[in-house]
């Protein structure tokens, strides 16, 4: 039995990838022989019957999970940053996709890290019982060697997404609303919200007001009562606080993304395969995955809306995906211990 652990998935786009990894899963000949576990929060899908356990996501009911019931598994894949509790006896593998856990080292006396710190001590703390982590761009294997986690010989990138969600079906680019920008994020920190929106005040102030949605839950109330003021003054910005992406990926032209740390950056590949034209950060995460039609400088917020006035005014080339989805080959080294490229031990 193979344990896909997932306890601490639950939302974002750590969530649609699992969602995902799960579906293909249940397509392999295999399927009966994988075990999951999983978040309470987590929307498990339907076809998942009877193999997979939920449990309180407490490192404490999690160890007592791998206590009881650890002699069941051929090889254990973790899913959300955090090596197996306890030494085992099989293969495991860590899925690492949290770069701002990794960054916490080096900024663990800034108030706002003291919790990523945390998380990453217990990383740290539980490094050894896994043999490998998995990430999804080459700038992450960097990232993992800087803190000293594991080297270069312990970290496979095995980059995965739905590559099919989006393809195909899209509008053309000119029957889309002219002059619209989309940003699809949680108000998180590292989403750079503050610079986005004060880039529309500059913007407003310039005598421009393309219209952007957003995407600001109530986790984000300074952002909201900006977007409210920014509104009454003239600018036009909506906040849709919940929206299926698909929507605005089909009917908008431009994805504007911010954002100053992603381990993946999975919208921007959704975008470019939307047929969408992305402006992005200036930053490693970005090129990793795609290259983008335009960029600015994350903090500045003249030289996002320069970005975007040259958006709105000159034909942009479309992006080009740069990664390529490589769902099978993470199934395949889950289900042999090997993939196509070589043999891992």
């Given at each position: 039995?193979?344990?896909?652990?997932?306890?601490?998935?639950?939302?974002?786009?750590?969530?649609?990838?699992?969602?995902?990894?799960?579906?293909?899963?249940?397509?392999?000949?295999?399927?009966?022989?994988?075990?999951?576990?999983?978040?309470?929060?987590?929307?498990?899908?339907?076809?998942?019957?009877?193999?997979?356990?939920?449990?309180?996501?407490?490192?404490?009911?999690?160890?007592?999970?791998?206590?009881?019931?650890?002699?069941?598994?051929?090889?254990?894949?973790?899913?959300?940053?955090?090596?197996?509790?306890?030494?085992?006896?099989?293969?495991?593998?860590?899925?690492?996709?949290?770069?701002?856990?990794?960054?916490?080292?080096?900024?663990?006396?800034?108030?706002?890290?003291?919790?990523?710190?945390?998380?990453?001590?217990?990383?740290?703390?539980?490094?050894?019982?896994?043999?490998?982590?998995?990430?999804?761009?080459?700038?992450?294997?960097?990232?993992?060697?800087?803190?000293?986690?594991?080297?270069?010989?312990?970290?496979?990138?095995?980059?995965?997404?739905?590559?099919?969600?989006?393809?195909?079906?899209?509008?053309?680019?000119?029957?889309?609303?002219?002059?619209?920008?989309?940003?699809?994020?949680?108000?998180?920190?590292?989403?750079?919200?503050?610079?986005?929106?004060?880039?529309?005040?500059?913007?407003?102030?310039?005598?421009?007001?393309?219209?952007?949605?957003?995407?600001?839950?109530?986790?984000?109330?300074?952002?909201?009562?900006?977007?409210?003021?920014?509104?009454?003054?003239?600018?036009?910005?909506?906040?849709?606080?919940?929206?299926?992406?698909?929507?605005?990926?089909?009917?908008?032209?431009?994805?504007?993304?911010?954002?100053?740390?992603?381990?993946?950056?999975?919208?921007?590949?959704?975008?470019?395969?939307?047929?969408?034209?992305?402006?992005?950060?200036?930053?490693?995460?970005?090129?990793?995955?795609?290259?983008?039609?335009?960029?600015?400088?994350?903090?500045?917020?003249v030289s996002m809306a320069n970005a975007v006035i040259k958006a709105m005014n000159t034909d942009l080339p479309y992006p080009k995906v740069i990664t390529r989805n490589e769902v099978d080959k993470?199934?395949?080294?889950?289900?042999?211990?090997?993939?196509?490229?070589?043999?891992?031990?």
């Amino acid at each position: 039995m193979i344990l896909i652990d997932a306890l601490y998935i639950n939302k974002g786009g750590g969530a649609v990838l699992l969602q995902y990894l799960i579906e293909k899963i249940l397509e392999h000949p295999q399927k009966d022989n994988f075990f999951f576990l999983l978040d309470p929060r987590f929307d498990k899908p339907a076809q998942l019957k009877g193999n997979f356990a939920v449990i309180p996501n407490k490192m404490s009911d999690r160890i007592k999970f791998y206590k009881s019931t650890a002699k069941n598994y051929s090889l254990v894949f973790c899913f959300a940053n955090t090596p197996p509790p306890i030494k085992l006896k099989v293969p495991a593998y860590t899925y690492f996709h949290n770069q701002k856990i990794l960054e916490a080292p080096s900024r663990k006396f800034e108030r706002k890290y003291l919790k990523l710190y945390l998380k990453y001590l217990v990383t740290k703390w539980y490094n050894a019982n896994t043999d490998y982590y998995i990430v999804q761009t080459k700038h992450m294997v960097e990232e993992l060697t800087n803190v000293g986690l594991k080297d270069l010989a312990h970290c496979l990138t095995i980059p995965f997404y739905d590559n099919k969600k989006y393809t195909g079906t899209s509008p053309a680019f000119d029957s889309r609303t002219k002059n619209e920008f989309v940003f699809i994020s949680n108000p998180s920190p590292q989403k750079n919200y503050p610079t986005l929106l004060d880039t529309w005040e500059y913007l407003l102030e310039q005598g421009h007001t393309p219209v952007l949605h957003v995407t600001i839950d109530n986790t984000g109330p300074v952002f909201i009562e900006k977007v409210d003021a920014l509104n009454v003054r003239g600018a036009k910005i909506v906040n849709h606080v919940y929206v299926d992406p698909k929507d605005l990926y089909f009917n908008c032209p431009y994805l504007i993304f911010p954002s100053i740390m992603e381990s993946f950056g999975l919208p921007l590949i959704e975008a470019a395969d939307s047929g969408m034209k992305v402006l992005a950060s200036d930053l490693t995460y970005v090129y990793d995955v795609i290259e983008p039609s335009l960029v600015f400088k994350p903090f500045d917020k003249v030289s996002m809306a320069n970005a975007v006035i040259k958006a709105m005014n000159t034909d942009l080339p479309y992006p080009k995906v740069i990664t390529r989805n490589e769902v099978d080959k993470l199934v395949e080294l889950l289900v042999t211990k090997q993939i196509s490229t070589g043999k891992y031990p």
